[in-house]
């Protein structure tokens, strides 16, 4: 999705107050992870617009109205949004080792799903948590 997230933000450190992560790092683990995503990104951009695939509330992609897809192309979606979400939980896992902090994948992940919502483009669906799906 365009670009992943900028800047520097502030992640709760289990128990320890806040400490300050770098989303926007880099390492090659990283790279290889958001240039697969990107690539994938085209592929599922469709049908995020017929709002067939929501962003989830944990940062995470569902098939949210199998009902919009013809029958014929939805064991292709189903394996792009496995694939898509398989490279998101390892992207918030490398993210959180290459800050050094392991334990912040939680935090990242939280972090990714808002910013996501945040951004998604209007007309597509979002889930909140505690409210369910709705349109952006």
Do not use: C
Not at 73 to 91: C, F, P
Not at 99 to 117: D, K, L, M, S, Y
Request: net charge positive; glycine share 10%.
């Amino acid at each position: 999705m365009r670009t992943l997230l900028v800047g520097a933000l502030l992640l709760g450190a289990a128990g320890h107050g806040r400490a300050q992560g770098n989303l926007e790092i880099d390492t090659p683990a990283i790279a290889a992870l958001r240039a697969a995503m990107q690539q994938r990104h085209q592929q599922i951009a469709a049908h995020y617009d017929a709002g067939a695939v929501g962003l989830t509330a944990d940062g995470l992609v569902a098939i949210r109205d199998a009902g919009q897809v013809p029958l014929s192309q939805r064991g292709r979606l189903s394996a792009l949004v496995a694939a898509e979400n398989r490279d998101r939980e390892a992207l918030y896992r490398e993210i959180a080792r290459a800050n050094g902090h392991p334990e912040w994948r939680e935090q990242v992940q939280a972090t990714f799903a808002q910013r996501w919502i945040d951004k998604a483009r209007r007309g597509w669906w979002v889930q909140r948590p505690d409210k369910g799906w709705a349109q952006r």
